[in-house]
């Protein structure tokens, strides 16, 4: 292996990499991308409206309920669609901002700690949080959320929770196999996936999950209002 010293830095307490900040603890959404965002005028035109849908869609990893967040700007975007731009757009675009301004710092993952992932879905999205505690508290270490198309929006909720789960495994994958994670759930998912009379569907997303050592606990308290808000 050969290392170009000039695009090298050593013994630095944090820099940029791969488009986000990278410290000791863990990863912020880089201030720059942040501002970007920040600095926008509420959009009028279909080519304004893809501007912010896109340059948040970079920080998806640090949003929780991303695609809850973009609902409003995908409406927008239809066509046919004569004011595109509504009072329901510019409060998802003020909400965003908002959220924006103290953006969650993602904790980096300990090798051998247990992880906990909390699962949610609406009618047309399903969404996960995938966290760990320190010292008592809980802590972010990455959000995922995917949009369902018309077909999965009829999925019974418990199977959405299922396929929130099988999204969160497929994209975090190496998080899944190199720990132990704990399903925070009070719905009986792990009876569902394993029972005799189980759909095709479901079977199929119980053999794909069956590759990671899940475990499967109801939910205690919560101990973050940002988790609270998720699964409410």
């Known amino acids: 292996m050969k290392l170009n010293p000039s695009k090298c830095t050593f013994g630095v307490s944090s820099g940029r990499f791969l488009g986000y900040l990278v410290m000791q603890r863990g990863i912020e959404a880089h201030p ?23 340059r948040a869609a970079a920080l998806n990893r640090f949003l929780l309920k991303s695609t809850d967040k ?10 046919g669609q004569k004011d595109k731009w509504d009072e329901e757009c510019e409060v998802a675009f003020q909400n965003l901002t908002t959220y924006l301004t103290s953006p969650p710092l993602l904790l980096k993952a300990v090798p051998g700690e247990d992880m906990f992932v909390y699962l949610a879905e609406s009618n047309s999205i399903v969404s996960s ?9 809980q802590h972010s270490v990455f959000y995922t959320s995917k ?11 418990l199977e959405k929770l299922i396929l929130a789960l099988l999204v969160s495994a497929t994209k975090l994958r190496l998080y899944y196999q190199t720990h132990q994670v704990i399903v925070m759930t009070d719905f009986p998912l792990r009876s ?15 053999i794909e999950l069956s590759q990671y050592n899940l ?18």
Not at 32 to 52: H, R
Not at 192 to 206: E, F, T, V
């Open 215 to 232: 475990l499967y606990q109801p939910k205690t308290a919560i101990k973050a209002q940002a988790f609270a808000d998720f699964v409410a």
């Open 70 to 79: 973009f609902v409003p700007f995908f409406k927008a975007l239809k066509k």
């Open 192 to 206: 569902i996936l394993h029972s005799l009379d189980a759909s095709q569907r479901l079977m199929k997303w119980a």
């Open 147 to 157: 949009a369902l198309l018309y077909a999965k929006t009829r999925y019974p909720k």
């Open 129 to 137: 949080a995938l966290i760990r505690e320190e010292l008592g508290a």
């Open 32 to 54: 720059l991308q942040i501002k970007a965002i920040l600095e926008m005028k509420s959009p009028s035109t279909v080519k304004e409206i893809q501007s912010p849908t896109g």
